[in-house]
């Protein structure tokens, strides 16, 4: 079973006709959805406002945008820095402890 109702109606609509899934925009399928909500709650003929759902869904395709190809991947970008493991607090109070330790150090060599 579907967990929403537009990959419901996608589905729907794609078995009555010779499109794939993949051939219809999820993110047009959502904004008819919402601007059919109206519709379906109030309309006498729900049988019909649902028919004229699914047709506008398989008429609304996605756009033709050749070589977009999106990678599963998170991209991690080199920084200067190393990440940041512990609590900020921690670190804090690592730095504070090694600056005074180099602080003392400076002085006592000092002439």
Do not use: Y
Request: proline share 5%; hydrophobic share 40%.
């Amino acid at each position: 079973m579907l967990s929403t109702p537009w990959l419901a109606a996608i589905a729907e609509a794609c078995r009555n006709t010779e499109r794939l899934p993949i051939q219809v925009s999820f993110k047009g399928v959502i904004q008819l959805f919402n601007s059919f909500v109206s519709l379906l709650s109030f309309s006498a003929d729900c049988n019909k406002a649902h028919a004229i759902l699914l047709h506008a869904i398989i008429k609304n395709k996605v756009g033709n945008r050749p070589g977009r190809i999106e990678p599963r991947a998170v991209k991690k970008r080199p920084k200067a820095f190393r990440r940041l493991n512990k609590s900020r607090e921690l670190e804090k109070a690592e730095i504070t402890k090694r600056m005074k330790k180099n602080s003392n150090k400076k002085c006592s060599s000092a002439p």
